[in-house]
């Protein structure tokens, strides 16, 4: 699996092949995204770690995987691993990871926002459409964040050049004075 082009990247962890796929399909048809899919968690972390470089827009793991490895990690001690790991790269606030189940657990729900999930959906009948729609307010949230950190950015580089002509003011009047006096 290889990140060459220039849509915006997807990484998925489902186990249902058929359901991955549908997904997968209508993510990339329908919003032009590129989506790697991983069937395991532990799939997932270890092309992340292989390719250090590979920060995708949005993570979409589900809660419930099936394994055949006792010690396989549920979608929760998976978002644990992402959170850590963006937090050692210091971009914890760029990690956006929706949760997917087909179990409507409030107190689950609850418990993966704490940790860090930026939503969690339901496997149900409207899914994909909520999906899109979480997905669309993701980039949107995105691109607000953006620019508002271009704003601030220009607000300090005003408030430094604000600063450089009040003390050369300040040298000037004080020239001014002195010449006076």
Do not use: C, W
């Amino acid at each position: 699996m290889s990140v060459s082009d220039d849509k915006k990247l997807i990484i998925m962890v489902e186990d249902n092949s058929i359901f991955a796929e549908t997904v997968k399909n209508g993510l990339e048809n329908e919003l032009g995204f590129k989506v790697l899919h991983f069937s395991t968690g532990e799939e997932m972390l270890v092309y992340l770690t292989n390719n250090p470089s590979v920060l995708p827009e949005i993570f979409i793991q589900d809660y419930y995987l099936d394994s055949v490895v006792a010690t396989a990690k549920n979608g929760g001690e998976i978002l644990q691993e992402l959170v850590q790991r963006y937090k050692q790269k210091k971009m914890v606030e760029d990690l956006r990871v929706i949760m997917l189940t087909s179990s409507d657990e409030i107190r689950r729900a609850i418990e993966l926002l704490k940790k860090g999930a930026t939503d969690y959906i339901l496997k149900d009948e409207v899914f994909f459409e909520n999906l899109k729609k979480t997905i669309l307010n993701i980039l949107k949230m995105k691109e607000l964040r953006a620019e508002r950190k271009q704003f601030k950015d220009q607000a300090e580089k005003y408030k430094k050049r604000l600063i450089t002509v009040s003390i050369a003011l300040v040298v000037i009047i004080v020239a001014l004075v002195y010449s006076i006096a």
